[in-house]
């Protein structure tokens, strides 16, 4: 009789001790998916603010203007728009320098 109430005691020990594992592994599982929801939605949360400062800024009237004057290229009235070219590059010929004028004379006269 001691020995049956020894085996149920380890085996009540054991499922005792098993559901506490299991318990403490799903604890650790949820805690990690709440830090990772809370980091997310602080992150989110940031955004939404930049976001949110970002709509105020593009409805002022500055940031309208310009961004009617640099994206759509348009004027206020009389106002005159200069357009400069962009400077080509042009190809630069290399000549070769000329021989001196007494090199020439000989040349001519008595390398022929």
């Known amino acids: ?6 085996i149920i005691f380890i085996f009540l020990l054991i499922f005792l ?13 949820k805690l990690d998916f709440y830090q990772q929801f809370k980091q997310n939605f602080e992150r989110e949360t940031k ?9 105020v800024k593009k409805k002022s009237t500055e940031e309208i203007e310009k961004t009617i004057r ?5 004027l206020k009235d009389n106002e005159v728009a200069l357009i ?4 080509t590059k042009t190809p630069v010929s290399i ?18």
């Open 1 to 6: 009789m001691k020995l049956v109430k020894n």
């Open 17 to 29: 001790f098993s559901s506490l594992l299991k318990n403490l592994f799903s604890y650790k599982s």
């Open 47 to 55: 955004r939404n603010i930049e976001l949110k400062t970002e709509v």
């Open 70 to 74: 640099n994206d759509l290229n348009l």
């Open 84 to 87: 400069i070219p962009s400077p």
């Open 95 to 112: 000549t070769p320098t000329p021989l001196p004028n007494w090199r020439q004379w000989w040349e001519l006269y008595f390398n022929n």
